[in-house]
């Protein structure tokens, strides 16, 4: 017996269930057939069964709730996805993946600025005031509600696509991101950043929204080099 | 017996999985114990194993070949990935992925101006030669060749990241990019634009380049338009 048994069914099976989430019309959060019903149907056993619904797991797909049951997943629409291994990223990769957003919010910034519809800024603003009261609070607070405001920006851009993209890099980004919050000064001074960035996208200046979000990340990045070349 | 068994556990085998690949130092295309190895080493049964193998494999952090073995996969390193499960695109989702590519690849090519090698820009003219000679071929050949372009430039830029956002993007973008070129004016429009792209980053100029980027995306999604809004 070869080592590696059944690539072809595991494949074939995550097809049929994408084809079943697909015609039968289902939505992100409802909920699909038990595994005892999907492996009658498809006339398979259930640890066969089991393998194609890890594979969608793991991409998002489907959600398997332990006692439960089977969800469609809120990624299986999305087109870009963070890599779920990533585990530790080395300096060099943190470096690029600032550099990234360097190019790629900025202009994300300058699109909010003309368009983000009032009840966005209202509720990014509150998100920003929610953070200004934990600059002194716990560390993974004050880091959700950081990179809140990154996912905000993008998506009042409006582009599906690029708010994905941007997503997918926060969330990557996240334990190191964490770690340079832990300088005191550079929580003061990024909030203070974010919330003139919001005020260049509340006064529509897409110029400036523009820049101010390069200056920003551009700071950010200042920072995680210092902390890279002379790490505590 | 609640519906889905072992969550827990397989979400342990994955991490003890990532967890051997990178304490062994095993880098993409290293060869991996078996799966009866692994299952004596983790202490588990087959089928409980090839759960956590699939979710690692529906990810690309390993390659599960039939007959021969399990090896780690390129995709472990990167930090994005494209949706495996995405098997149609809308209409609507479609223009937003050009507006991304709109934003993204133009200061890429800007950025390849500056630093693209030379050996990159010979290999880069020589795939633009092929490509030129299947302007009446096979539609894949020629699409493969024109993607290769936009992936290459990409490359170019020299980062890591957002060669890997826009590889992704290329990814899902695939055959619906195919449809478009079965117009034969615009597959050679299409390759006298990649042409003008590649002679301004040979030139060095970096706003010639980026800007000869933006209007070749501008008039792909053009064309998008309107066989969106008149399909045949």
């Known amino acids: 017996m070869s080592e590696v048994t059944r690539p072809t069914l595991s494949d074939a099976l995550t097809e049929r269930m994408l084809e079943l989430i697909r015609t039968g019309g289902h939505r992100p959060g409802d909920r699909l057939p038990s595994t005892r019903e999907l492996s009658q149907r498809f006339a398979v ?3 066969t069964l089991r393998e194609a619904l890890r594979r969608l797991e793991a991409t998002g797909a489907i959600e398997m709730r332990h006692g439960s049951g089977i969800y469609v997943g809120a990624a299986i629409e999305r087109l870009v996805l963070p890599n779920p291994n990533m585990r530790e990223i080395r300096a060099a990769q943190l470096l690029e993946l600032l550099d990234a957003r360097i190019v790629i919010e ?3 910034a300058a699109m909010a600025a003309g368009r983000a519809a009032e009840e966005e800024l209202t509720a990014l603003k509150q998100a920003l005031d929610t953070a200004g009261r934990h600059l002194r609070g716990e560390d993974a607070e004050l880091h959700d509600a950081n990179m809140s405001f990154h996912r905000a920006t ?3 851009a409006g582009n599906v696509v690029l708010h994905e993209v941007v997503d997918a890099l926060l969330t990557v980004h996240g334990p ?14 990024d909030h203070e950043e974010h919330l003139a960035i919001l005020a260049a996208i509340e006064a529509r200046d897409a110029a400036q929204a523009e820049e101010r979000m390069r200056a920003h ?3 950010v990045k200042t920072v995680i080099e210092q902390r890279v070349q002379s790490p505590r």
Chains 1, 2 share one sequence.
Do not use: K, N, S
């Open 45 to 47: 056993t259930t640890p």
């Open 106 to 108: 900025p202009p994300l």
């Open 154 to 156: 993008a998506r009042m």
């Open 176 to 189: 190191e991101q964490r770690e340079i919050l832990q300088l005191f000064d550079d929580r003061r001074r």
């Open 217 to 219: 990340l551009v700071d």
